[in-house]
């Protein structure tokens, strides 16, 4: 599936619907979906984002899922078999996160508290330290464990997937995606041995 500049700004300000089962233990928060994400009607579902590459090596799905072109059926079903929920702290889409003013990512942060008791996760994992720090009103916040919980949660800042994010490595986002899964209890697989392709297609 490909779009044009001019297709995927059609899909400025739309939305799609968070990834939840009935057995949600670790939920993962992006900042908010990009234009292609919400094209293909699919979480971090542009070519080039670390997501499922880093939960694949990270063992917490035991094959790599292409979302690209949307989500497969036994894709979602896996996701949520392992207890994995993801959505958004905005839900609207924009080309990059950075259009976002900290008042509607402030909101965004009162929005996902009041809903975590409703979705019941053992853990929150917000996929960012700069969308957090803003959200949470939390200046000083460094990514990993936060000393207070959301909506009864224990929560984590973890590191975001985007190919922005280049100081970050797959292996440094596989460790820290496994380690907040390790302590919601989901069942997590051997990681893929070294030279295993972590992406349809691609070593």
Same mark, same amino acid.
């Given at each position: 599936?490909?779009?044009?500049?001019?297709?995927?700004?059609?899909?400025?300000? +739309?939305?799609? #619907?968070?990834? $939840?089962?009935?057995?949600?233990?670790?939920?993962?928060?992006?900042?908010?979906?990009?234009?292609?994400?919400?094209?293909?009607?699919?979480?971090?579902?542009?070519?080039?984002?670390?997501?499922?590459?880093?939960?694949?090596?990270?063992?917490?799905?035991?094959?790599?899922?292409?979302? %690209?072109?949307?989500?497969?059926?036994?894709?979602?079903?896996?996701?949520?078999?392992?207890?994995?929920?993801?959505?958004?702290?905005?839900?609207? @889409?924009?080309?990059?996160?950075?259009?976002?003013? @900290?008042?509607?990512?402030?909101?965004?942060?009162?929005?996902? @508290?009041?809903?975590?008791?409703?979705?019941? #996760?053992?853990?929150?994992?917000?996929?960012?330290?700069?969308?957090?720090?803003?959200?949470?009103?939390?200046?000083?916040?460094?990514?990993?464990?936060?000393?207070?919980?959301?909506?009864?949660?224990? $929560?984590?800042?973890?590191?975001?997937? %985007?190919?922005?994010?280049?100081?970050?490595?797959?292996?440094?986002?596989?460790?820290?995606?496994?380690?907040?899964?390790?302590?919601?209890?989901?069942?997590?697989?051997?990681?893929? #041995?070294? +030279?295993?392709?972590?992406?349809?297609?691609?070593?």
């Amino acid at each position: 599936m490909r779009f044009t500049r001019a297709e995927l700004e059609a899909f400025r300000g +739309g939305t799609l #619907p968070d990834l $939840l089962g009935p057995g949600v233990r670790l939920l993962f928060v992006g900042i908010n979906p990009g234009l292609w994400t919400v094209a293909a009607q699919a979480h971090f579902g542009r070519r080039g984002n670390r997501f499922y590459p880093a939960l694949f090596r990270a063992g917490i799905v035991d094959r790599p899922i292409d979302a %690209s072109a949307g989500f497969a059926a036994d894709d979602v079903a896996h996701l949520k078999a392992q207890g994995i929920g993801i959505t958004n702290l905005v839900a609207r @889409a924009t080309a990059r996160a950075d259009e976002l003013g @900290a008042e509607e990512l402030a909101a965004g942060g009162r929005a996902l @508290a009041g809903r975590i008791p409703l979705i019941g #996760p053992e853990v929150v994992a917000i996929l960012g330290i700069t969308a957090y720090r803003t959200a949470f009103a939390r200046p000083g916040a460094v990514v990993g464990r936060q000393p207070e919980d959301l909506g009864g949660a224990r $929560l984590w800042v973890v590191p975001n997937p %985007s190919g922005l994010n280049a100081h970050a490595t797959l292996d440094t986002l596989a460790a820290t995606y496994r380690e907040v899964a390790v302590a919601a209890g989901v069942p997590v697989f051997d990681a893929p #041995p070294p +030279g295993t392709p972590t992406e349809l297609g691609r070593v």
